[in-house]
């Protein structure tokens, strides 16, 4: 059984930083994808930034020169650096993980950023 838990998420002003964590445990194939998706309130989920095991990234254009998701492949865990932090970032952020066709998420944590 896999199982995601986050860390990192709160309150902060326009312009602040965070940084989400994201451990997952169980059986973990060392091939796989990693990732952060993000829902606000009345918005579709949407993905922010995922890297792979091999270590390719990928960022939505809105975080892009904002955001730098990275990992470390001993702790399977994943984090997302949040700088130049915006109103609109508001959201529930949630741990993503892909691994043998099959997805696992976190319980999501809240980032509130405050204009």
């Known amino acids: 059984q896999v199982q995601l838990v986050e860390s990192g998420g709160g309150l902060v002003q326009a312009g602040g930083s965070l940084r989400l964590s994201c451990a997952a445990s169980?059986?973990?194939?060392?091939?796989?994808?990693m990732g952060w998706y993000r829902q606000a309130p009345g918005k579709q989920r949407e993905s922010v930034a995922f890297?792979?095991?091999?270590?390719?990234?990928n960022y939505a254009d809105s975080v892009k020169g904002r955001f730098t998701i990275s990992r470390d492949n001993a702790k399977n865990t994943v984090y997302l650096q949040m700088n130049s932090l915006k109103p609109e970032d508001t959201a529930v952020y949630y741990c993503?993980?892909?691994?043998?066709?099959?997805?696992?998420w976190g319980q999501g944590t809240q980032v509130t950023v405050s204009s």
């Open positions: 169980g059986t973990i194939f060392s091939i796989n994808v």
């Open positions: 890297i792979s095991s091999w270590g390719v990234t």
């Open positions: 993503n993980l892909v691994v043998r066709g099959r997805d696992y």
